[in-house]
Every structure is written in structure tokens, then in C-alpha cells.
């Protein structure tokens, strides 16, 4: 019986991924820059079962129905039409940070899940291979399969996938505001934005624009120049959100105190800027030598977790 486990970690956007060019292949409308952190491990383990007549998921050990599993199924479907195997798979998939919390589960998740099924189905677990394919679950995914600074190019099915970038050291301090599941998934936001706010194509032309200069600023080595465009384009990104129909807002009164928060620290000389994905949490993006200073500062405001850079997705030995 055949049976793999690999390890992702979850990243954080410097620059966004929001909105899609194809839903099918799971493209992006552009480009994107990322931090894969070193906290909140997702550990999957993928076995093929030849008495199983569909493919079930465990997830944080419980049985899981309707939206994680029928992902699981559609992407499994998809690994074996590549691999040539009708065999279903056991699925089981353990998060250290509550799904659906806004920091990006869905990412470790099918990075995780890419590479070992694409062991488990003997499919190539080369880098490129596996971001292509952890694209096909879910764009942020793509990323999560290389350690560090990443960028996910926008393109085809053949270029679309996620390479290391060179950049300056990055800390990053996780605000956790909320840790349940947000009233509006990403994917539906994110489809949203593109059909209904007039806000949209500029985000687009916007985000082309910031990636380019991003990947300078790494290229320089230049934390400030990154940080400031990382705020900018978060902000961005939630303007484009909040002129949808009907509304969606993913920032809390608790997250723009610590947007407040990050203002004021810079304010007193501390080189620290925030960001927010689709929903409450806020990350203050920091150099690694500042992380204790701005988790001290943020503290009374919501829970905080200092990460560093993480490893990318790797297979482990051991099974479920
Ligand atoms: C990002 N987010 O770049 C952005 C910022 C959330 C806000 O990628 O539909 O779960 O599965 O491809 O990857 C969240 O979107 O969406 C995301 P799908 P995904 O990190």
C-alpha cells in the first residue's frame, strides 16, 4: 500500500494574490511575493486503499464533509488523471492553527497535500512540479512550496508556479485578532471582487506595477522600500475588497488599532509595517532583530507569534 507525509508551513503575502485570470487552472490575475513562515505547520499523510471506493479526509482528527473534502476529492481527481491511477486515497491532514483563520490553512494544506500525494501517486515531487500542482488547490499553495522569499508568476499552466527570491531578513509578527472561520472565503471574495468592484482592474494594474518594483527592493536588499510597499498594497487589496456587492469588510476595529499600533512604532524609529490577508489578523512585517520589541508593543491589542523564515514542503518518513 503505498503512503506519504510531507510537512508545509503557511506564508504571507508582501504582494497579493486576489483574483483569478482562469478558475479552472487556478491563475492568477498577477503575480505575487510571499514570506513562507517557519510556525503552524500543516502535516499530511496521503495512503492509497484499494477497498476504498471514494477518498475520505481526516482534518485535525475528525472526519471532514462537504467543502475540505469535495477540494480534497477534485484535487486527488486530478492527481490521478496525471499519475494514471484509479486508486482511491485516505486522507489525513493535522493543522496547528485553526482552519479557515485567516492565516492561510488552505496553503500549507494542499502544499502539503501536493507533494505527498504526488509521492503517494508517483508523480514528480520536483519544486516547479509541486507549485503547479499546489497551485491547482489553491493559489497561495504554489507558494508554500518553496522555504522563504517566494514569487508565484502569473502566466499558463506551464509558468505559472512559484520560485525563491533573494531579499532582505524578514520577521514577521502574527496578530491573531480572530481565530475562527470567516463569514466570506477567500475564493468567493476574491470572485466577487473581480465581477462587481469598480475598484478591481486598478488593483490589478496596481499589483503588476508594486510586484516589479518588490522584486527590486529584494534584489537591492532594501527591507524598508518592501515593508512600505507591502503595507500599500495590503491596503489596496482591502479597498478592492470593500467595493464589492454586497459588501464585504474583512478588517475589525481591533485590526486597524494595530495598523494604529505599527504607525506609532515606526513613528519611534522601528522600521515595521503591516499587513492583512481576508480577514481580521494582522502581520507586522519587521526586521528579525525588532520582532521582540514590536510582539511587546502589540501585545495588549490580540495574541501575538513571532515567525522567522520557514522551510519549504518536505516529505517525511512516517505514516499517519
Ligand atoms: C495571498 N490570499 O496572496 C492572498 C491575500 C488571501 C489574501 O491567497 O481560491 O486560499 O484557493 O486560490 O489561495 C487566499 O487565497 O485562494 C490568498 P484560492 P487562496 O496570500
Redesign the pocket.
Known sequence: MSTATAIAHP???L????G?SD?TL?L?ETG?L?LTLDVFPTTTTVTLDDALTADTLELDGLPAAGTPLD?VRRFLDLVRAQAGVATHARVVSRNTVPTGA?L?S??SG?AALAAAASAAYGLPTDTVSLSRLA?R???????SVLPALAV?HEGDDATSYAEPVTGPEIAMVVATVDAGPKAV???EA??RSAATSPYYPAWVTSTRETLEVALEACADDDFTALGRLAETN?LR?HAAIQGCEPPVRYLAPASVALFDRVAALRAEGVDVWGT????PNVVAVCRPADAGRVADALADLAPVTVALPGPGVRLVEGAE
Open positions: 506564508n504571507i503575502a504582494v497579493k494574490y486576489w483569478k478558475a487556478n492568477p505575487s510571499s477540494r485567516g492561510a488552505s496553503a494542499f497551485r488547490g489553491s493559489g497561495s499553495a504554489s507558494r508565484w472565503s477567500s475564493r476574491m470572485r495590503a487589496m492583512a490577508d481576508a480577514g
